[in-house]
């Protein structure tokens, strides 16, 4: 599933740390259906080391893939689905399809492909203080320094993402300077 058209994807929107619960509860109404919970890593700074944790990307959205012959089951299932006690709603476009389109079904679909987790990426920046993103689910994405914490060895990152801005910190460890 997740190629071409045979996968359909949609989101549901639920109470923010319900995500989890909603996505197990999905996939065991669907076992041959898949539901994640977007992450991202990041570091957390404990003394002198850099820990690795994954924290939510999105709390409060479940996204789900289904395959295009299991559709009919879930209409027919989404109403008693979609009023559980921690589903708030199927999000639907205003036309009332809730398949998701364009630039939102990229989005969901480079989420499947890394697993549900935005991992940590490797970042350069330049002069002007504009970075590229060189590694990880966001390679190749540019941004820029916001700031630069030089307790916390980070620096703060904004890029574009779907056109929404969006902050991100990166250790050190994790910047070079471009040539």
């Given at each position: 599933m997740g190629e071409g058209n045979t996968a359909w994807r949609g989101c549901f929107f639920c109470k923010s740390g319900k995500e989890q619960d909603v996505a197990r509860q999905f996939e065991r109404a669907f076992p041959d259906g898949k539901a994640l919970v977007p992450t991202r890593s990041r570091y957390r700074r404990v003394r002198d080391t850099a820990i690795e944790e994954r924290v939510t990307l999105l709390p409060g959205y479940v996204f789900f893939e289904l395959a295009a012959e299991r559709v009919r089951d879930l209409e027919t299932a989404l109403p008693a689905f979609s009023h559980t006690d921690?589903?708030?709603?199927?999000?639907?476009?205003t036309d009332g399809?809730?398949?998701l389109?364009?630039?939102?079904?990229r989005f969901a679909r480079l989420l499947f492909e890394a697993g549900g987790n935005i991992g940590i990426s490797q970042a350069c920046f330049d002069v002007n203080?504009?970075?590229r993103i060189l590694g990880g689910f966001l390679k190749d994405y540019e941004g820029s320094i916001v700031r630069v914490n030089r307790k916390a060895r980070t620096v703060e990152v904004r890029v574009?993402?779907?056109?929404?801005?969006?902050?991100?910190?990166?250790?050190?460890?994790?910047?070079?300077?471009?040539e």
């Open positions: 921690s589903v708030l709603k199927l999000l639907r476009y399809g809730w398949r389109r364009d630039y939102d079904d203080k504009r970075i574009d993402l779907q056109g929404k801005k969006v902050s991100m910190r990166l250790g050190y460890e994790m910047v070079s300077a471009v």
